[in-house]
Each structure stands twice: as structure tokens, then as C-alpha cells.
């Protein structure tokens, strides 16, 4: 990446009935944050929220910028990974911003993964009764996928993202130069999301995915592209059922009701949520076989999509199934005992449907 030329910022526009904000991608955009948010937001000062790892890489250089354009950003670190994702740590958070005498003028930047945008934007909701959210996402999959459609979240001991709020950020800032840093397995999740965009809404990018060159998956123009075609799928989705109504929102959890339930019964160790949700892909394609016509020659075609970024597509000998079963139980898309599952009759299409058998699922997890 670094033999190559910087690449030019692209903007996407997101709009929604009741939201409008533009999401920047390029390169160097770090060092000009300070610039960039002085044309969205009219308060001075702000949360600058990020977790031990990322401080360490691009805090300052962001704290530097927006002092340099006239913001006052007060610097909230809290400890990288999932278990900073708590009402206790959002307390927190919401104590150290009262202290610093942020008000309802000020605006809140999450500087981060998904855990970062996730609990930022619930800060942001929250604080004041909701000030505006920057969020400048730092792994591919925070990219892609979690800074875009409002959804802000913490997890109890009970289950994940069950204590949460919609909150559309005001400004989204990709700067593709941080993902230099992310390390191989991380990047790498970042595209079970991005399949399962292809899968569900986008067969011309399944195939442009499918001719990618393993050297060329950092390459600037390259992912700038590709950044910006999933930022555009997954905001089409929401800006139809913002808040997960009417049933069309559900396509984006496509591979996620099985892909939660090992992330869970792994006790959140042993899979990074894009690997969990590489194996859910994989069983919900066998269940799409089964109840949606689905070409087993499709279902083919994405394991060996998944294979090819180094995603996991069968469970581990060892791997305590059982647990899986239990743990499907708890996910949110049982609502009142009925199962509400994600299909896909071919690739770029999905749809929501109650007639998957639990017994389905469990064929499915069998063939993993
Ligand atoms: N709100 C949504 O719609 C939505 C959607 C998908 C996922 N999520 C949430 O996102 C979270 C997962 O996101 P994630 O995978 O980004 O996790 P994460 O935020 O924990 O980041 C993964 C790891 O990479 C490190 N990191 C981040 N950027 C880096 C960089 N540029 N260089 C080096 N290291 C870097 C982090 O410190 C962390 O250790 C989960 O909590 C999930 O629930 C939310
Ligand atoms: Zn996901």
C-alpha cells in the first residue's frame, strides 16, 4: 500500500426520511479531521473517544488537527475489545464528559473499531438527551458495516447489543491509511461482512470479489471503491427500515443468527465476529438450499469466496455444538418462540422468512 499513490477523497451521501450525512473516503484524512468536521458541527467542544490500541496509533494526530481548526476535544481512552462494551463504561464516560464541562453544544467523535462506534454513538444518543456523533471508524468491518445505519449499542451479561439506541452519526471520515495497521486476521473479517453484502443485495460485486488478488485486498483504489459500493448497499437497506420494522433491515443480519450463537457459545474468544459470521453464512446458505431454491453450486461459490480471505467455513472438531443450539435461543430474531430467518434464493438477493424449522438450523450447524 504504501508504493501507491494517495487516492482522492470520494464522498457518499446517506439520507434517510429523517437523516443526512456524508461519508468520506481517502487517504490522509486523519490529519485533516479538524477541517473536516468544522463544515457539520457549530459547538467547539467535543469527546474524543477511542480505545488503548487505536489511541496509541492516531490519537494525537487527531486531537492535533481538530485543536489546530479551533475544537476543544477532551481525549476518553477506555481498554480495548468487546468487554469495554457496558452501561458501566458508558457511566463512565458520560462522568468524565460532565467533568470536562462538555454540554448540549458539544458533539462526541468515536475514533475506533465497532466497539468504539458502537458505544460512542450510545454516549452520543444519551448524553444531553443526544448531541451529534462523528464517527471515524478504523477497521475495515467498522468501515463497511457497523459506522453506517445509526444502530449504537452496549451488551449486558445476558446477550449482546440488547441496550441500545438509533443515533445517525452527523459525519462519517474513512481514512484508508489507518488499515495499514490492522492486523491480517482483523482485516480479513472485515470481509465476511462485505460477502454478505454481495450475497444479499450485489452478485456484480460477488464476482469483482471473486477475481480479487489477495496482494490487491489493501490497495487503496481498489478498497476505496469497494469501501464506498458496501457503505451505499447497507445504507439503501436502512434508509427502507430504519429501525428494523418492517422486516427489510433483517436481510442485513443475513449469516448472523447462527454466526451470533458460535460467537457466543465461543465465549467471544475463540471467533471474531466476521469469522462466526462466515461459518452463519455457511449455514444459512445450506438452510437457503433447502427452503429457498438456492444452486448448491452458489452455496459453493461462497465457501470458496469466504476460503479465499482466510475465513473460517467449518467448525473445528473440538467445537462444542451443543452450545451453539442454546445459545440461538437468546438471539433477538426469535421473537415470541418464531424463528425469522434470513435467506438468499440466489446470489445478490435475500429475503426474511418464518418457514425455516429450527431443525433446519440444526442440520445446517451439523454441516459445519
Ligand atoms: N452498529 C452496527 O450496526 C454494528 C454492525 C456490525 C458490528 N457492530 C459491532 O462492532 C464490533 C466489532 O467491530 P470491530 O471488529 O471493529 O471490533 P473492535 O472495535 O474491537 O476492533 C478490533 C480490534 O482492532 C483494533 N483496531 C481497530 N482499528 C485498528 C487499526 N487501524 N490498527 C490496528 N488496530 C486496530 C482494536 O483496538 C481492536 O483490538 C462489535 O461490537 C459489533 O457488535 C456494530
Ligand atoms: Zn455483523
Same mark, same amino acid.
Given at each position: 500500500?504504501?508504493?501507491?499513490?494517495?487516492?482522492?477523497?470520494?464522498?457518499?451521501?446517506?439520507?434517510?426520511?429523517?437523516?443526512?450525512?456524508?461519508?468520506?473516503?481517502?487517504?490522509?484524512?486523519?490529519?485533516?479531521?479538524?477541517?473536516?468536521?468544522?463544515?457539520?458541527?457549530?459547538?467547539?467542544?467535543?469527546?474524543?473517544?477511542?480505545? $488503548?490500541?487505536?489511541?496509541?496509533?492516531?490519537?494525537?494526530?487527531?486531537?492535533? $488537527? +481538530?485543536?489546530?481548526?479551533?475544537?476543544?476535544?477532551?481525549?476518553?481512552? %477506555?481498554?480495548?475489545?468487546? *468487554?469495554?462494551?457496558? +452501561?458501566?463504561?458508558?457511566?463512565?464516560?458520560?462522568?468524565?464528559?460532565?467533568?470536562?464541562? +462538555?454540554?448540549?453544544?458539544?458533539?462526541?467523535?468515536?475514533?475506533?473499531?465497532?466497539?468504539?462506534?458502537?458505544?460512542?454513538?450510545?454516549?452520543?444518543?444519551?448524553?444531553? !438527551?443526544?448531541?451529534?456523533?462523528?464517527? %471515524?471508524?478504523?477497521?475495515?468491518?467498522?468501515?463497511?458495516?457497523?459506522?453506517?445505519?445509526?444502530?449504537?449499542?452496549?451488551?449486558?451479561?445476558?446477550?449482546?447489543?440488547?441496550?441500545?439506541?438509533?443515533?445517525?452519526?452527523?459525519?462519517?471520515?474513512?481514512?484508508?491509511?489507518?488499515?495499514?495497521?490492522?492486523?491480517?486476521?482483523?482485516?480479513?473479517?472485515?470481509?465476511?461482512?462485505?460477502? *454478505?453484502?454481495?450475497?444479499?443485495?450485489?452478485?456484480?460485486?460477488?464476482?469483482?470479489?471473486? $477475481?480479487?488478488?489477495?496482494?490487491?485486498? !489493501?490497495?487503496?483504489?481498489?478498497?476505496?471503491?469497494?469501501?464506498?459500493?458496501? %457503505?451505499?448497499? *447497507?445504507?439503501?437497506?436502512?434508509?427502507?427500515?430504519? !429501525?428494523?420494522?418492517?422486516?427489510?433491515?433483517?436481510?442485513?443480519?443475513?449469516?448472523?443468527?447462527?454466526?451470533?450463537?458460535?460467537?457466543?457459545?465461543?465465549?467471544?474468544?475463540?471467533?471474531?465476529?466476521?469469522?462466526?459470521?462466515?461459518?452463519? %453464512?455457511?449455514?444459512?446458505?445450506?438452510?437457503?438450499?433447502?427452503?429457498?431454491?438456492?444452486?448448491?453450486?452458489?452455496?459453493?461459490?461462497?465457501?470458496?469466496?469466504?476460503?479465499?480471505?482466510?475465513?473460517?467455513?467449518?467448525?473445528?472438531?473440538?467445537?462444542?455444538?451443543?452450545?451453539?443450539?442454546?445459545?440461538?435461543?437468546?438471539?433477538?430474531?426469535?421473537?415470541?418462540?418464531?424463528?425469522?430467518?434470513?435467506?438468499?434464493?440466489?446470489?445478490?438477493?435475500?429475503?426474511?422468512?418464518?418457514?425455516?424449522?429450527?431443525?433446519?438450523?440444526?442440520?445446517?450447524?451439523?454441516?459445519?
Amino acid at each position: 500500500m504504501d508504493s501507491v499513490s494517495p487516492v482522492s477523497v470520494t464522498v457518499a451521501e446517506i439520507h434517510g426520511a429523517t437523516y443526512r450525512y456524508p461519508v468520506l473516503v481517502g487517504s490522509g484524512l486523519i490529519d485533516q479531521v479538524g477541517r473536516r468536521v468544522l463544515k457539520f458541527i457549530r459547538g467547539k467542544t467535543c469527546a474524543l473517544l477511542t480505545d $488503548s490500541n487505536v489511541e496509541l496509533l492516531f490519537a494525537r494526530r487527531v486531537n492535533r $488537527s +481538530l485543536t489546530s481548526a479551533g475544537f476543544k476535544p477532551t481525549l476518553i481512552t %477506555i481498554p480495548a475489545g468487546e *468487554k469495554s462494551k457496558t +452501561l458501566k463504561q458508558v457511566g463512565a464516560i458520560c462522568e468524565q464528559m460532565i467533568i470536562a464541562g +462538555l454540554d448540549r453544544q458539544s458533539f462526541v467523535i468515536g475514533l475506533g473499531g465497532g466497539v468504539i462506534g458502537d458505544i460512542s454513538g450510545f454516549v452520543a444518543a444519551i448524553y444531553h !438527551r443526544g448531541i451529534p456523533h462523528i464517527q %471515524i471508524p478504523t477497521s475495515l468491518l467498522a468501515m463497511v458495516d457497523s459506522s453506517i445505519g445509526g444502530k449504537t449499542a452496549v451488551n449486558t451479561a445476558e446477550g449482546k447489543n440488547l441496550i441500545g439506541a438509533v443515533h445517525q452519526p452527523s459525519l462519517v471520515i474513512d481514512d484508508l491509511n489507518v488499515l495499514k495497521t490492522l492486523p491480517r486476521r482483523e482485516f480479513n473479517q472485515g470481509f465476511a461482512e462485505i460477502i *454478505k453484502h454481495a450475497i444479499i443485495a450485489d452478485a456484480k460485486m460477488f464476482k469483482t470479489l471473486q $477475481s480479487w488478488k489477495a496482494r490487491s485486498s !489493501r490497495q487503496p483504489l481498489a478498497l476505496q471503491s469497494l469501501i464506498k459500493r458496501n %457503505i451505499k448497499i *447497507k445504507a439503501a437497506v436502512v434508509a427502507r427500515d430504519e !429501525r428494523d420494522r418492517s422486516g427489510e433491515r433483517a436481510i442485513l443480519n443475513f449469516g448472523h443468527t447462527v454466526g451470533h450463537a458460535i460467537e457466543r457459545a465461543g465465549n467471544y474468544r475463540k471467533f471474531l465476529h466476521g469469522e462466526a459470521l462466515s461459518l452463519g %453464512i455457511v449455514a444459512a446458505c445450506a438452510v437457503s438450499i433447502k427452503r429457498a431454491g438456492l444452486a448448491p453450486g452458489q452455496r459453493d461459490a461462497v465457501i470458496d469466496l469466504l476460503q479465499r480471505f482466510d475465513l473460517p467455513t467449518r467448525m473445528p472438531k473440538n467445537f462444542p455444538r451443543e452450545k451453539i443450539f442454546k445459545a440461538l435461543k437468546f438471539d433477538k430474531k426469535f421473537e415470541a418462540g418464531k424463528i425469522r430467518f434470513v435467506v438468499t434464493p440466489r446470489i445478490g438477493a435475500a429475503f426474511l422468512t418464518t418457514d425455516v424449522t429450527l431443525e433446519d438450523i440444526r442440520d445446517a450447524v451439523g454441516e459445519l
